[in-house]
């Protein structure tokens, strides 16, 4: 199973970022999918969270209404498009898959992982 997260970049405050999500070696629609971020020094946070077929999401209290998550099962691909980025954005963005049935924020929950792509957004 490999998870590759892409996207990522330096930003100005105020701007946007579309973050993707490509996963192979799993049956992609069978899994709840999930972005976290982490900065220098801070656990690992919850951004955000879509089910198995894109009809529920949920999102951390840092970036909702600020981005939307989705899916494409039709392409093994998730997005996360982020828009009025902050300085406090700034992390490293990984997505994450969960064979369970319904979305959970816990990191403990998740079985794979990719290997995060670094977003940077200065003030």
């Known amino acids: 199973v490999q998870l590759q997260a892409y996207g990522g970049g330096l930003v100005q405050a105020g701007g946007s970022l579309r973050l993707s999500c490509a996963a192979s070696?799993?049956?992609?629609?069978?899994?709840?999918l999930a972005w976290f971020r982490q900065a220098p020094g801070k656990e690992r946070e919850f951004v955000a969270a879509?089910?198995?077929?894109?009809?529920?999401?949920q999102y951390g209290d840092s970036v909702k209404g600020r981005s939307t998550i989705s899916r494409d099962n039709a392409r093994n691909t998730m997005y996360l498009q982020m828009n009025s980025l902050k300085p406090e954005d700034t992390a490293v963005y990984y997505c994450a898959a969960d064979r369970h049935l319904s979305i959970v924020t816990m990191t403990s929950r998740y079985d794979y992982w990719g290997q995060g792509t670094q977003v940077t957004v200065s003030s």
């Open positions: 879509i089910s198995r077929g894109g009809g529920s999401v």
């Open positions: 070696g799993l049956t992609f629609s069978n899994y709840v």
